[in-house]
């Protein structure tokens, strides 16, 4: 429940600013800047929340598994990536698609998303166990 949440609380200002930012940059840019920041906010949102579908999926493992999936997650995102920002500068134009609007726009929604998912997760007041005692029974 508590992923959902944190979803929700982290696309509401991501989607915000991701659609203020492309029409901003629509208007500095023309259309490479609307194609720059649409391609930004999909990629952004799309990974931001492969990490919370991957603490999702993985809330019932041993703490192993959790870490061995965490980091093969990690590790699978930042490879593709890599991999989509490397054919997004060589089978892309200038002309047709702006990289500084990309990168602005990434940018802006990351922090976005990332105040929002901090900012649920405070709301949230997840209690965790103590560690027992000696003495307690």
């Given at each position: ?106 940018i802006l929604i990351t922090m976005a998303w990332l105040f929002g998912e901090i900012r649920s997760f405070l709301k949230l007041r997840v209690h965790l166990p103590l560690p ?6």
């Amino acid at each position: 429940m508590s992923d959902v949440q944190l979803w929700k609380g982290a696309i509401a200002p991501a989607t915000a600013v991701a659609a203020l930012s492309a029409i901003v940059l629509t208007m500095i840019n023309g259309q490479p800047g609307l194609f720059g920041s649409l391609l930004a906010s999909f990629t952004v949102i799309i990974f931001f929340s492969i990490h919370l579908l991957v603490a999702r999926i993985s809330r019932n493992l041993d703490p192993m598994a959790t870490m061995a999936l965490a980091m093969f997650s990690y590790f699978a995102k930042v490879l593709f990536m890599g991999v989509f920002l490397l054919l997004v500068t060589k089978y892309t134009d200038r002309s047709t698609f702006d990289r500084g609007s990309f990168a602005i726009c990434a940018i802006l929604i990351t922090m976005a998303w990332l105040f929002g998912e901090i900012r649920s997760f405070l709301k949230l007041r997840v209690h965790l166990p103590l560690p027992k005692k000696e003495g307690d029974i």
